[in-house]
């Protein structure tokens, strides 16, 4: 049974040059047409994955602070009913940190939100103009401190690694991030994803990234700063203080199950996935056609199942538990990893077992990508 709701807004002021986000622009927004779509679906899934009451609740984006407060209360009161709140259920909504939006933070907050994750991106100007946000720095902060006087928990995002950016401007960049107190920073190295607008300036030439050593000394600083300043990594691009990780994202990376409804929203529940249509006029169709907006929704083998719970697990600083992963799956350990390349990358300091859990190190972090390509199984591989 599902314990976590995520819902898609679609819709942005303007699309970024790095976003490969499932985003779009339009004009106008029918908020009374797309509220009844996202009833409709959210129903369809509490039929199939009721039973257990949520424990998170995240709206992602596009650019949810975008969408009135009264659609962001109805949605959560429809959720309320088909399934139930448990104590202390952690309600997210990702928000630009523009003026406008900020203006709708009181009506969020009382419509239910108490985590707030503002995507900040960068704290220079000159930064934020190549990111081509719609925000200066001054309304950045503007509005993180009004979220921090409204919400009880507040996360931000940056974006590092960019194309020229030293060690020292990093330094001072994350330096002041951490004074302001938040309990949760999601702190991302620029990736030229293919179909974004940086990917043609890259390939034009106009842009050229960081190069992989001097992307790898940044991880490096971001990792001493934040544990020093007591938010340790949780996740490979996740710092917290203890106690204060996002519940909702922890569920996608022990590999739990999910809903997921909204435009391209991915969901797993019952070793089953479901992905809904992307575009938000071809989602209200068939959620007007059908009463929900599924587009895929398959059987999940157990080797693939098995393949992804590695792969999100051995993102977490927590590692994963091999005997559980084994139980559930009921596939012996020496089909799940290659126990040989294990000992090799323990033997070098890479990854750690303790306990009967298994976890990468902090000297094998910025490897993560060739690591998990070297430990998961080729029977798992080629399943």
């Not at 992602?60 to 407060?69: K, Q, V």
Request: glycine share 8%; charged share 25%.
């Amino acid at each position: 049974m599902a314990r976590a709701l995520y819902i898609h807004w679609p819709f942005c002021a303007k699309k970024c040059p790095y976003c490969d986000f499932n985003s779009h622009v339009r004009d106008t927004v029918d908020f009374d047409r797309w509220k009844q779509a996202l009833i409709s679906d959210m129903r369809h899934e509490a039929e199939l994955a009721g039973g257990e009451a949520l424990t998170s609740v995240f709206f992602g984006g596009g650019t949810p602070s975008l969408m009135p407060p009264s659609l962001v209360a109805a949605l959560l009161e429809e959720a309320e009913r088909l399934w139930g709140f448990s104590q202390g259920i952690e309600i997210t909504l990702e928000a630009n940190p523009s003026s406008v939006e900020a203006s709708n933070f009181a009506g969020l907050a009382s419509a239910g939100v108490n985590r707030v994750s503002l995507g900040v991106q960068s704290l220079r100007s000159d930064a934020l103009r190549f990111l081509g946000r719609l925000h200066d720095v001054n309304e950045a902060l503007q509005a993180l401190e009004t979220a921090q006087q409204i919400f009880d928990r507040v996360s931000f995002d940056l974006i590092y690694a960019r194309p020229g950016q030293t060690e020292e401007q990093w330094r001072a960049e994350l330096t002041q991030a951490l004074s302001y107190g938040t309990s949760h920073l999601s702190l991302y190295q620029l990736t030229i994803e293919p179909g974004t607008r940086f990917q043609t300036e890259v390939r034009l030439g106009n842009i050229t990234p960081l190069d992989d050593d001097p992307a790898a000394e940044l991880f490096a600083v971001t990792q001493e700063l934040t544990e020093n300043a007591g938010l340790p990594a949780y996740e490979t691009s996740n710092h917290a203080r203890p106690g204060e990780e996002s519940r909702h994202n922890l569920t996608y990376w022990r590999y739990e199950d999910y809903c997921g409804i909204g435009p391209g929203a991915h969901g797993r529940r019952r070793a089953q996935a479901t992905e809904r249509h992307k575009r938000p006029e071809a989602y209200l169709q068939a959620v007007e056609t059908h009463g929900d907006g599924t587009k895929i929704h398959r059987d999940l083998p157990e080797m693939e199942q098995a393949s992804e719970a590695i792969l999100m697990g051995l993102r977490l600083v927590e590692g994963m538990q091999l005997q559980r992963l084994e139980k559930r799956f009921s596939i012996p350990r020496n089909q799940l990893l290659d126990l040989t390349k294990v000992e090799l990358h323990q033997s070098l300091g890479l990854i750690w077992q303790d306990s009967g859990r298994l976890g990468v190190t902090p000297a094998g972090r910025p490897l993560l990508d060739g690591l998990l390509a070297e430990l998961v199984s080729d029977d798992l591989v080629s399943a």
